[in-house]
């Protein structure tokens, strides 16, 4: 089930504008790097199938599914992106469909916690230009997609 109006359900149904294009796709759940202005190289974005609005508005099923994923993507894109720390983030205010913000924090980051979220975002809406290219977002992805090939194909059950 989707919403007409929903820019997640959009993305759902045309991941074309997802740099390096689906990085996975389960019965229940969809991730993808983050769409231009990219804040931020290696920010994923994990997001339910269905028109879900909210971590509250999870069936048993993607719950369960969902904590799959958190056991292992997180892992994965630290080893990928070399980052220090990564950040699992839930925001439902302005997008309400559930999708789930994967950041990594870089060891040459001195931003931390929810500030470097703030800061990146507030950062990109200023200078859109500053966003780094689509390229090297995709090239990212496929180094994650690799990683998944590698031994993460569990993921999908």
């Avoid at 089930?1 to 929903?6: A, F, L, W």
């Avoid at 969809?30 to 920010?43: N, Q």
Wanted: net charge negative; aromatic share 4%; with cysteine.
């Amino acid at each position: 089930m989707s919403s007409p109006d929903c820019v997640a359900c959009l993305l759902n149904a045309d991941p074309s504008g997802a740099p390096g294009g689906r990085i996975l796709s389960t019965e229940r759940w969809v991730l993808e790097h983050i769409v231009a202005p990219i804040p931020l190289v290696g920010w994923l974005i994990l997001r339910t199938v269905r028109h879900t609005e909210g971590i509250v508005g999870l069936d048993p099923a993607e719950g369960a599914e969902l904590g799959r994923l958190l056991a292992t993507l997180p892992k994965m894109l630290q080893e990928v992106s070399g980052a220090e720390q990564v950040y699992v983030c839930v925001f439902t205010e302005v997008v309400p469909h559930l999708h789930i913000h994967l950041i990594p924090r870089l060891p040459d980051q001195a931003v931390r916690g929810p500030q470097l979220f703030v800061e990146r975002m507030q950062a990109i809406r200023e200078h859109p230009e500053s966003s780094p290219p689509a390229a090297e977002a995709a090239a990212f992805v496929a180094r994650v997609k690799a990683a998944l090939l590698a031994g993460l194909g569990d993921l999908e059950g």
